[in-house]
């Protein structure tokens, strides 16, 4: 299983990155896929995700209305596109692989997530 993620870099507040993450070793329709972050000095966040057993999608507050998640099965890619950034956005991005189901939780249970890439890093300046 591996998890290669790209499209990080610097952009100015008020900019847009898209992230991708390209998955090998299983398929996206049978496994969930989400984004986590962390910044220097706080706890990894869960940002984004979508369950692959109803395609649910999730969004943490922070970023409702700018970030967008989306999955191309065939690619086995899952992207982020975000939008409006912000400074607290900057931190080191990250995609990761959960259950199929989590049941009324959908994707939310990063904690059960199995494999994460390496991260990408996101840097936001105002």
């Known amino acids: 299983v591996q998890l290669q993620a790209s499209g990080g870099g610097l952009v100015q507040v008020g900019g847009s990155l898209g992230l991708s993450c390209a998955a090998s070793?299983?398929?996206?329709?049978?496994?969930?896929i989400g984004w986590s972050r962390q910044a220097p000095g706080k706890e990894r966040e869960g940002v984004s995700c979508i369950s692959a057993s109803d395609g649910r999608i999730f969004y943490d507050d922070p970023v409702k209305g700018r970030f967008t998640i989306s999955r191309d099965i065939a690619k086995n890619t899952v992207y982020l596109q975000m939008n409006d950034l912000r400074p607290e956005d900057s931190a080191t991005y990250y995609c990761g692989r959960g259950p199929f189901t989590g049941g009324n939780y959908g994707c939310t249970l990063f904690y059960e997530y199995d494999h994460w890439g390496q991260g990408t890093q996101v840097t936001v300046s105002s």
């Open positions: 070793g299983f398929s996206l329709d049978s496994y969930s």
